[in-house]
């Protein structure tokens, strides 16, 4: 991609496939309004998608690059795909409009949930904001993780291809 | 985390909301919060429940009722799960 180094993230001791899925309960945005739900209330195969703030350009690549393979659509319709990130309700509505797209964001401004998968990241240049590395979990039916991603470097991206495959096997 | 039988549509930091929020707490119900946007226009879900885009609405399954408007909510609930109401009225 470039002719120099990327920054490194340090090592991240993320949720492992084969544990079971963290459950968390956060404000979860669609179109329309938003609404405490707990991971646990979502139905069948989960693909659990952790995003860089909404405005940034990963967030932006990420969520196209979805929205387009139709992920959750189609063959893959018995997978609930949703996102994280630090973002506020108001910000993933906004979001959400813009980028045209079918899914639902959890919106978990103290990163908490970044914590608890192992998947957090120390903002440099923006001090007090840690947010969510890049990463992807994928959760079979009684939430087990199947297939797990986290970026180690900035900016990363997941490889779809590979992570597609993957929903397809869900 | 099951699913409250009240769903509550609200706006942050409307004041008739409190209102109604405070009025499902003094009587011990469970509900969901649903929030929905400052502008009327975006407010489509709530429209399709009450054909009104005001907030506060409530949906409460136990008994069927959709409503908005805060003072008739806050009479509703009263009348529906107040001491009055204990009494078979």
């Given at each position: 991609?470039?002719?120099?180094d990327?920054?490194?993230?340090?090592?991240?001791?993320?949720?492992?496939?084969?544990e079971?899925?963290?459950?968390?309960?956060?404000?979860l945005?669609?179109?329309?309004y938003?609404s405490?739900?707990?991971?646990?209330?979502?139905?069948?195969?989960i693909?659990?998608?952790?995003f860089?703030?909404?405005?940034?350009?990963?967030?932006?690549?990420?969520?196209?690059?979805?929205?387009d393979?139709?992920?959750?659509?189609?063959?893959?319709?018995?997978?609930?795909?949703?996102?994280?990130s630090?973002?506020?309700?108001?910000?993933?509505?906004?979001?959400?409009e813009?980028?045209?797209?079918?899914?639902?964001?959890?919106?978990?401004?103290?990163?908490e949930?970044?914590?608890?998968?192992?998947?957090?990241?120390?903002?440099?240049?923006?001090?007090?904001?840690r947010?969510?590395?890049?990463?992807?979990?994928?959760?079979d039916?009684?939430?087990?993780?199947?297939?797990?991603?986290?970026?180690?470097?900035?900016?990363?991206?997941?490889?779809?291809?590979?992570?597609e495959?993957?929903?397809?096997?869900? | 985390?099951?699913?409250?039988?009240?769903?509550?549509?609200?706006?942050?930091?409307?004041?008739?909301?409190?209102?109604?929020?405070?009025?499902?707490?003094?009587?011990?119900?469970?509900?969901e919060?649903?929030?929905?946007?400052?502008?009327?226009?975006?407010?489509?879900?709530?429209?399709?429940?009450?054909?009104?885009?005001?907030?506060?609405?409530?949906?409460?399954e136990?008994t069927?009722?959709?409503?908005?408007?805060?003072?008739?909510i806050?009479?509703y609930?009263?009348?529906?799960?107040?001491?009055?109401?204990?009494?078979?009225a």
């Amino acid at each position: 991609m470039v002719d120099f180094d990327v920054v490194e993230l340090p090592e991240a001791d993320h949720v492992a496939v084969g544990e079971d899925a963290p459950d968390f309960t956060r404000p979860l945005v669609g179109d329309e309004y938003w609404s405490d739900t707990a991971l646990s209330d979502l139905d069948g195969p989960i693909a659990l998608v952790f995003f860089p703030m909404d405005g940034a350009f990963p967030a932006t690549y990420v969520w196209n690059e979805i929205r387009d393979r139709g992920w959750g659509h189609g063959d893959t319709d018995d997978v609930t795909v949703v996102g994280v990130s630090v973002s506020t309700p108001y910000e993933h509505k906004t979001f959400i409009e813009e980028r045209e797209m079918d899914y639902e964001l959890f919106s978990d401004p103290s990163a908490e949930v970044a914590e608890q998968y192992g998947a957090i990241h120390d903002l440099d240049g923006m001090t007090g904001i840690r947010e969510h590395r890049p990463a992807v979990f994928l959760l079979d039916e009684d939430h087990t993780v199947e297939y797990a991603w986290v970026a180690a470097e900035w900016p990363e991206f997941p490889d779809y291809d590979e992570v597609e495959a993957q929903i397809e096997r869900l | 985390m099951t699913t409250p039988e009240i769903t509550l549509y609200r706006l942050q930091a409307c004041p008739y909301c409190e209102r109604v929020v405070r009025k499902l707490k003094e009587h011990g119900l469970e509900y969901e919060s649903r929030f929905v946007e400052p502008m009327h226009s975006d407010r489509n879900a709530v429209a399709r429940l009450t054909g009104k885009r005001s907030v506060p609405a409530i949906r409460d399954e136990n008994t069927g009722v959709t409503m908005s408007e805060s003072g008739n909510i806050v009479e509703y609930l009263d009348n529906t799960y107040g001491d009055a109401a204990a009494g078979g009225a």
